[in-house]
């Protein structure tokens, strides 16, 4: 019988957004992929690849206690349905209702992806630092159990987790999720003037959007030949997401154009000549990684998961955080350099190829699936 492997995502999109390589990895490797989630329009997308879907009637943003109390009991009965030999959360909700969920399922081990601390890490308010405080408590005793792991993306991540008391030899660093380097290529810029920009990814203020907007202005105060193109949408479940009125309202600043979600992002790169992620912090950043591929070069705050991939002079330029004069200093000088910008590009595609391709991650993601089989139980 072949080892069973049963992800829990809370949206269908996102797994087949960001979880897709690993997941056909896992499959070629042998596994039996079982995919539970919130199901809106990824059905097909999902059964088409021969996992098995397990709809969840749960949202991303609740916190109702009552709610996620009757989403741990839903996951377990599932889980024992399926009775995986490893289930792998993705994400922080996941992560705490997915874990408790297995405590439930005997001989199940438990993969946890942190991607990225959220909200509630990065808040400042008296709120946010209690929430911290008890989600790092239950996280850390969730994370040390005896065949439980964690999966960061950066090493910020790692020593975070570590402070939070979680054993270091359960966390384990794996780059992302993986890049389809073979179907992402590298092309040849697009005319200038102007030089476009590109953010991907959703109109969040911890995205940095709103810095973006601002540096955007002051190119155009400044008179610099910059268009910016925003790929992507709101997120009414995270308490930073845009209003969809100020989104619109951006676009009709002269040089702004809100595109909403692209699905052809190799066609997007291949009209564009920057990429931009002023995020405040990351797990490894999927529109770096894709704009890597197609050689694209990159400006980025030095944040965790950003500074990843936009290492600084080799595939891009790095700046503060929240500093939308800074952001626009450093996208002026990528936009009046045709030559810094094919340096940088070359240098991002090597990147992504050697680190960060989906057969690169895949092999590291099954890996760590084996190790935690009991002995035998990895028949194919």
Not at 1 to 13: F, G, N, Q, S
Not at 248 to 267: M, Q, S
Not at 331 to 360: C, H, P, T
Request: aromatic share 4%.
């Amino acid at each position: 019988m072949r080892p069973r492997l049963a992800y829990i995502v809370t949206e269908d999109w996102y797994f087949l957004s960001h979880r897709l390589p690993m997941a056909r990895a896992a499959r070629d490797a042998g596994f039996d992929v079982h995919v539970l989630a919130r199901v809106k329009d990824g059905r097909e997308a999902i059964e088409a690849e021969r996992f098995t879907l397990h709809p969840l009637d749960w949202s991303r943003g609740s916190l109702s206690p009552l709610g996620n109390a009757a989403a741990v009991t839903d996951i377990a009965r599932r889980l024992r349905s399926i009775a995986p030999d490893i289930v792998h959360n993705i994400a922080m909700k996941p992560a705490l209702l997915g874990s408790l969920a297995a405590m439930r399922v005997p001989g199940a081990a438990v993969v946890t992806s942190i991607t990225g601390v959220g909200s509630a890490f990065l808040s400042p308010s008296l709120a946010g630092r209690i929430a911290k405080g008890a989600l790092g408590h239950t996280l850390a005793m969730l994370l040390n159990r005896r065949r439980a792991r964690a999966v960061v993306q950066n090493p910020d991540d790692r020593s975070m987790l570590a402070k939070l008391g979680v054993r270091p030899d359960h966390i384990v660093l794996v780059p992302g999720s993986g890049v389809e380097t073979e179907q992402l290529l590298p092309v040849a810029e697009p005319p200038v003037p102007p030089v476009r920009v590109a953010f991907v990814g959703r109109m969040l203020e911890d995205k940095g959007v709103r810095a973006l907007i601002e540096a955007h202005r002051i190119l155009r105060r400044d008179e610099v030949a910059v268009e910016l193109l925003l790929a992507g949408e709101p997120d009414p479940e995270n308490p930073t997401s845009i209003p969809r009125a100020e989104l619109e309202a951006w676009a009709r600043e002269p040089g702004v154009t809100w595109a909403g979600h692209v699905a052809n992002i190799a066609e997007l790169w291949a009209r564009s000549h920057i990429a931009v992620l002023p995020s405040r912090r990351e797990g490894l950043p999927k529109s770096l990684l894709e704009a890597a591929a197609c050689g694209r070069p990159m400006v980025a705050t030095d944040a965790p998961g950003c500074r990843e991939v936009a290492i600084p002079d080799r595939t891009g330029l790095l700046v503060p955080v929240d500093d939308a004069r800074a952001l626009a200093a450093a996208l002026s000088r990528l936009a009046g350099d045709a030559d810094l910008r094919a340096r940088f590009g070359a240098e991002a595609r090597r990147l992504a190829v050697e680190r960060f391709s989906a057969a690169a991650i895949g092999a590291q993601t099954v890996a760590l699936y084996r190790s935690l089989l009991p002995a035998g139980r990895d028949q194919r």
